[in-house]
């Protein structure tokens, strides 16, 4: 049974650990805060730097606000039907992403209380950021090496249709989503789940000693 407990307590720390390096780096704001200068300088819809900022934290709220589906509206610009379904989407993949992190959570705080009754509790403290670095370390380097190509990787196959493929004309929104800017997220959100694995593999070495 302690088995058990070890596989499920590490499996639900490397969900818990993703969920959590992913919630995070979306709901800081200075990422995209530091794009608004040139986002505002080249601004195609003249919508003005307040309002640029205001349409950004619309769609974060979308994508994460629990319970019933929210209304998306985005100030001076418009939204296809292909547009709206596909922010619908991204919202299904970030509510699943809260609801498998919540779940992992109570998973592993379940498991740790009856480890930590047989002594068992160093063991998912060890495999759990070992388990969440493996695939990180895979993506990063596709990323160093072609973040195009990962970019549209993830996508496809996440993603069953090619409406995150937006038209400029139809959808404005985009010119205000940056390449550059979801490749800075990729990367925080790698530094955010490293810097949560150190702090998971500290707590092993003192519950180990």
């Known amino acids: 049974m302690q088995m058990l407990y070890k596989i499920v307590a590490s499996l639900s720390l490397i969900g ?3 969920g ?3 919630l995070v780096t979306t709901l800081q704001p200075w990422t ?3 794009y608004l200068p040139s986002l505002s300088a080249y601004d195609p819809s003249q919508l003005g730097e307040k309002a640029i900022w205001e349409n950004y934290q619309a769609m974060v709220d979308y994508g994460l606000y629990p319970g019933s589906e929210p209304t998306l509206e985005f100030q001076g610009i418009g939204m296809s039907s292909q547009g709206r379904q596909h922010f619908k989407e991204v919202r299904a993949v970030f509510q699943i992403i809260l609801k498998a992190t919540l779940i ?3 998973l592993f705080l379940a498991t740790l ?3 930590r009754r047989q002594n068992g509790l160093a063991s998912p403290l060890l495999w759990g950021p070992i388990g969440a670095l493996v695939f990180p370390g895979l993506v ?3 990323m160093l090496v072609d973040f195009n190509r990962a970019f549209t990787l993830f ?3 996440i993603f069953r249709n090619s409406y995150w493929i937006f038209d400029p004309a139809q959808d404005p929104i985009i010119e205000y989503l940056p390449q550059a800017f979801f490749q800075s ?3 925080i959100i790698l530094l955010v789940l490293l810097t949560l694995c150190l702090l998971s593999l500290a707590l092993y070495a003192k519950a180990k000693h």
């Open 140 to 142: 990063g380097l596709m």
């Open 32 to 34: 995209y805060q530091a």
């Open 104 to 106: 992992c959570l109570f």
């Open 155 to 157: 996508h496809q196959v």
């Open 20 to 22: 959590c390096a992913i």
């Open 16 to 18: 818990l650990l993703w």
């Open 185 to 187: 997220m990729a990367f």
């Open 113 to 115: 209380r009856a480890l």
